[in-house]
C-alpha cells in the first residue's frame, strides 16, 4: 500500500463524506482499502474539514451512545471536486510516463 499525502488524504475522506454521512471509524475502515491508515492521522483531517467547513459534524444516537457523524457541505462538494480534477491531472501525467517507459522498454516502433 502507498502512504496518503495529506490532500489525497483529503480527496478521498471528502469522496467517502460525498457518498454518505459518515462516523470516523467507519470512513477508517474504509480507508483501510488504500492505505495502512492509522486513526490518530484520520481524525485531524476530519477536525481541518469542519474548521474548514467543507463537513458539518452532529451527534447521532446508536446502540446507546452518540456517534459523530460527518456530513459534506455545498463547499466540501466544491473541493472534492476540484481535487478529484486534480488527482485526474496527476494520475495521467503519471500514466504518459510510465506508458511511454513500457514502450521504451519494448523497442519501440523503431526496432
Not at 469542519?50 to 446502540?63: M, P, R, S
Request: contains cysteine.
Amino acid at each position: 500500500m502507498y502512504p496518503l499525502n495529506p490532500t489525497l488524504m483529503e480527496l478521498l475522506v471528502l469522496s467517502l463524506i460525498y457518498l454518505e454521512d459518515s462516523y470516523g471509524y467507519q470512513i477508517s475502515r474504509q480507508m483501510r482499502q488504500v492505505s495502512n491508515l492509522k486513526d490518530s492521522t484520520l481524525y485531524p483531517v476530519l477536525r481541518r474539514l469542519a474548521e474548514n467547513g467543507d463537513v458539518l459534524v452532529y451527534d447521532k444516537q446508536f446502540q446507546g451512545r452518540n456517534r459523530k457523524y460527518y456530513q459534506i457541505t455545498a463547499s466540501g462538494k466544491e473541493r472534492q471536486e476540484m481535487l478529484a480534477r486534480e488527482w485526474d491531472g496527476h494520475v495521467d501525467a503519471v500514466r504518459k510516463i510510465v506508458e511511454k517507459c513500457r514502450y521504451e522498454q519494448g523497442g519501440g516502433a523503431d526496432e
